[in-house]
């Protein structure tokens, strides 16, 4: 069975209204009591208006769980877009409020507009099995599907992104996790959540969007909401525990230009691209590996200044498969 919900509804000006929805998936003929004892597992994304690569992964997984409902025994629950708004109007944050929605949570249900649509939302998410949190780097980035997790909750929640099919399992010193994150609220109070980050703002990449799918359902089997098997095991994982990450940032303003592809393994000292001046026609940067790896993180926007992000590699995966 499936039933569209409106989980928060705020009045806007000029007669209109902001609802957030979700659309729940869970089998037939239960009563109200078997459904409260079932495994749930929630789907969100559209957090940031120009994060788009969401939108697929919900419609896949939806059309998917349509055309097999005997699979389901537990609950799926997809809210593909948490900042319509946003999405709509292709800004990043809460339009009309300059407000960043991912530094809201848990909101407050007295407070202002977008802090009660923060509050809702995190009220319906709560007692969840599982939250996976899609997000999509920027207009700037383009990431390789992966998991981000908080060294504080690693323990408990690898197992579970190392089933999402993703290539790597970033887990993060808690110091620079930020506690107004939906994950951190929700993480926080006993609902476990997983934050996805692939792609690259304002953009769909259809391949990555069926690779999670795959790894939401491996998930879902674990969880017992999903009863028919899988045709393979989940993709290899890299973890950022094992191996270093480096970051790479630009000495100098100018044009980005990269002389290799997203996810390119590459040895020490080899070019990954230069920063360049239209004006005088010169090299301003040359950025080079700073060891044998994987680039996992690639600059897709080429105006940069000086200390902007270029690239980010992992360590010692000269062997290492992507998944095609």
């Known amino acids: 069975m499936k039933k569209v919900k409106t989980v928060s509804r705020t009045c806007l000006p000029v007669d209109e209204t902001l609802c957030i929805k979700r659309c729940r998936y869970q089998p037939d003929g ?21 994060e788009l690569e969401g939108q697929f992964t919900c419609y896949e997984l939806g059309r998917l769980l349509s055309l097999q409902p005997e699979g389901l025994t537990g609950i799926v629950d997809i809210y593909p877009a948490i900042n319509p708004l946003g999405i709509e109007s292709i800004c990043r944050g809460f339009p009309g409020f300059n407000l960043e929605m991912n530094r809201l949570f848990p909101g407050n ?14 009220d319906s998410l709560l007692g969840s099995n599982l939250v996976v949190d899609i997000h999509a780097s920027n207009i700037f980035l383009r990431e390789l599907p992966q998991a981000r997790i908080n060294e504080n909750n690693a323990e408990k929640l690898t197992p579970l992104a190392s089933q999402l099919n993703l290539d790597f399992l970033w887990i993060h010193p808690s110091a620079t996790v930020l506690e107004s994150t939906l994950a951190h ?7 476990p959540c997983i934050v996805v980050e692939m792609g690259v703002g304002m953009r769909i990449t259809r391949d990555y969007g069926l690779q999670l799918v795959h790894g939401i359902f491996n998930v879902m089997r674990t969880l017992g909401i999903w009863n028919i098997p899988g045709a393979d095991t989940p993709h290899e994982t890299l973890n950022s525990l094992e191996r270093q990450v480096y970051f790479l940032n630009s000495k100098a303003s100018g044009i980005f230009v990269p002389h290799v ?5 590459m040895a020490k000292g080899e070019e990954i691209g230069q920063i360049l001046d239209p004006l005088e026609g010169v090299v301003k940067d040359r950025i080079t590996a700073p060891c044998n790896g994987l680039v996992f993180t690639l600059r897709a926007y080429p105006v940069v200044y000086t200390g902007s992000l270029i690239a980010r590699m992992i360590e010692g995966v000269e062997d290492y498969k992507l998944r095609t």
């Open 30 to 50: 239960l009563t109200e009591a078997e459904i409260a004892a079932l495994p749930r597992i929630s789907l969100v994304t559209g957090v940031h208006g120009d």
């Open 109 to 122: 249900p007295n407070g202002s507009l977008v802090e009660k649509v923060a509050a809702e939302v995190l």
């Open 185 to 191: 609220s929700l993480n926080t109070r006993g609902t």
């Open 261 to 265: 592809q997203h996810c390119a393994i």
